[in-house]
């Protein structure tokens, strides 16, 4: 498959799209600012050559390596903390700081499933799927559905995570009500809360801010009823042999959970393992809600959208060296790895600083500090209605607090 095509692979290879966006400052973005013209998709790819996609082992196995070491140095530093209440502290800042730093591998598990981490595809799915079965990541199954995220950025009916729900629908105006009955600061603490801390799991299992052309619910875990009743499968046939085997993944984990439970404690297991696990989620989820969610930034229905339109909705973010190192420039080269994520990390700063060149009215880059922008997105951005002359649904406006 050519780097960068849009057609969606079998389970076994994550297809790698994604969008661009514009050089805007968002942060007090109220109006659409509708769009003269796109490139071309082929445009978008003619500006990284495909030497960008060329693989370094040594980078790749040292970045696997650092995120690998890193980890399990704090996981072992938090077996030492006591279990006692006057240790919380000590409890909190372990789990912000292992979390963060286990994130690096959720990345690199990541680009396996782009096929930008190894050139044997046997090697680097292994690695992919011990990764993810470590952090309870069905691998195989996310490989799919995250491919079809980067063939449909941005389209309400295909896309399939972080899709808003138009203002006339039933769950638009179910949104919508409980943010005018809570308020908008109440209901950006809810905000946060439901996506930090619930949205991934409740992603997995039911599929929640899926696309709406996939049914609800949807699983990665089972295609059984009552998870395959959307107009397109998000997990067709072809996926079910793989969707056992990340399964099996992940069963062997909570097996190897369940015996460190009964050999050492299960508070030791869920004070050790569970709480950077939440944290994990939080950093996944957080760095995806702030990549293609904003006040400016457009959903598109299937009369309007195409590729080049919906990789254009993409944020590069300033996280700073400390996150950029740990996390492999996740959420900073985030527009380039949309228009074509078989580059690898260590690749995608040169990538992202030549899309810029060539399009600089059209890479997206937010300069809010994160925790700003977070607040604005969890605050301001509920339900969309369509808005501008290029038939984009944008986020209606609120009062800001």
Same mark, same amino acid.
């Given at each position: 498959m050519p780097n960068?095509?849009?057609?969606?692979?079998?389970?076994?290879?994550?297809?790698?799209?994604?969008?661009?966006?514009?050089?805007?400052?968002?942060?007090?973005?109220?109006?659409?600012?509708?769009?003269?013209?796109?490139?071309?998709?082929?445009?978008?790819?003619?500006?990284?050559?495909?030497?960008?996609?060329?693989?370094?082992? +040594?980078?790749? *196995?040292?970045?696997?390596? &650092?995120?690998?070491?890193?980890?399990?140095?704090? =996981? !072992?530093?938090? /077996?030492?903390?006591?279990?006692?209440?006057?240790?919380?502290?000590?409890?909190?800042?372990?789990?912000?700081?292992?979390?963060?730093?286990?994130?690096?591998?959720?990345?690199?598990?990541?680009?396996?499933?782009?096929?930008?981490?190894?050139?044997?595809?046997?090697?680097?799915?292994?690695?992919?799927?011990?990764?993810?079965?470590?952090?309870?990541?069905?691998?195989?199954?996310?490989?799919?559905?995250?491919?079809?995220?980067?063939?449909?950025?941005?389209?309400?009916?295909?896309?399939?995570?972080?899709?808003?729900?138009?203002?006339?629908?039933?769950?638009?105006?179910?949104?919508?009500?409980?943010?005018?009955?809570?308020?908008?600061?109440?209901?950006?603490?809810?905000?946060?809360?439901?996506?930090? +801390?619930?949205? *991934?799991?409740?992603?997995? &299992?039911?599929?929640?801010?899926?696309?709406?052309? =996939? !049914?609800?619910? /949807?699983?990665?875990?089972?295609?059984?009823?009552?998870?395959?009743?959307?107009?397109?499968?998000?997990?067709?046939d072809s996926c079910?042999?793989?969707?056992?085997?990340?399964?099996?993944?992940?069963?062997?984990?909570?097996?190897?959970?369940?015996?460190?439970?009964?050999?050492f404690s299960l508070?030791?297991?869920?004070?050790?393992?569970?709480?950077?696990?939440?944290?994990?989620?939080?950093?996944?989820?957080?760095?995806?809600?702030?990549?293609?969610?904003?006040?400016?930034?457009?959903?598109?229905?299937?009369?309007?959208?195409?590729?080049?339109?919906?990789?254009?909705?993409?944020?590069?973010?300033?996280?700073?060296?400390?996150?950029?190192?740990?996390?492999?420039?996740?959420?900073?080269?985030?527009?380039?790895?949309?228009?074509?994520?078989?580059?690898?990390?260590?690749?995608?700063?040169?990538?992202?600083?030549?899309?810029?060149?060539?399009?600089?009215?059209?890479?997206?880059?937010?300069?809010?500090?994160?925790?700003?922008?977070?607040?604005?997105?969890?605050?301001?951005?509920?339900?969309?209605?369509?808005?501008?002359?290029?038939?984009?649904?944008?986020?209606?406006?609120?009062?800001?607090?």
């Open positions: 960068g095509a849009d057609s969606i692979a079998p389970c076994p290879a994550a297809a790698s799209l994604n969008p661009p966006v514009f050089l805007s400052s968002l942060a007090n973005a109220q109006a659409p600012k509708p769009v003269a013209v796109y490139p071309s998709k082929a445009e978008l790819l003619a500006c990284l050559p495909t030497e960008l996609t060329k693989i370094n082992p +040594v980078k790749a *196995w040292g970045s696997l390596a &650092m995120s690998l070491g890193v980890s399990a140095l704090a =996981y !072992g530093l938090g /077996t030492m903390i006591p279990l006692q209440l006057s240790a919380a502290p000590l409890w909190l800042l372990y789990a912000v700081i292992t979390g963060t730093v286990a994130g690096g591998c959720w990345v690199i598990a990541h680009e396996c499933g782009h096929r930008a981490f190894h050139p044997n595809p046997r090697i680097e799915a292994v690695v992919g799927f011990l990764l993810h079965s470590l952090l309870l990541v069905p691998y195989f199954s996310w490989q799919r559905s995250h491919a079809v995220h980067h063939a449909n950025c941005n389209h309400l009916e295909a896309g399939e995570t972080h899709v808003p729900p138009r203002s006339d629908s039933s769950s638009g105006r179910f949104v919508d009500g409980a943010r005018r009955q809570l308020g908008q600061r109440l209901y950006g603490v809810a905000s946060l809360f439901t996506h930090l +801390v619930l949205g *991934w799991p409740l992603y997995l &299992m039911f599929g929640v801010a899926g696309g709406e052309e =996939y !049914g609800s619910p /949807t699983s990665h875990f089972t295609t059984a009823a009552p998870f395959r009743n959307g107009g397109r499968h998000l997990f067709p079910r042999r793989l969707m056992v085997i990340s399964n099996l993944g992940l069963l062997a984990m909570v097996a190897a959970l369940v015996w460190a439970s009964i050999h508070a030791r297991v869920l004070t050790v393992y569970g709480l950077p696990y939440l944290v994990i989620n939080a950093w996944l989820v957080g760095y995806t809600w702030l990549q293609h969610t904003d006040t400016d930034i457009p959903h598109y229905s299937s009369r309007d959208w195409n590729w080049a339109k919906g990789a254009l909705q993409t944020v590069d973010r300033p996280y700073g060296p400390v996150l950029n190192l740990l996390h492999h420039g996740i959420g900073s080269t985030h527009v380039c790895h949309h228009i074509n994520p078989k580059i690898p990390h260590y690749n995608a700063w040169r990538a992202s600083a030549l899309l810029k060149k060539r399009f600089p009215d059209l890479v997206r880059y937010d300069s809010t500090p994160i925790h700003r922008a977070l607040w604005r997105v969890a605050t301001r951005c509920t339900v969309v209605s369509r808005r501008g002359i290029d038939g984009g649904f944008f986020y209606e406006p609120t009062s800001s607090n």
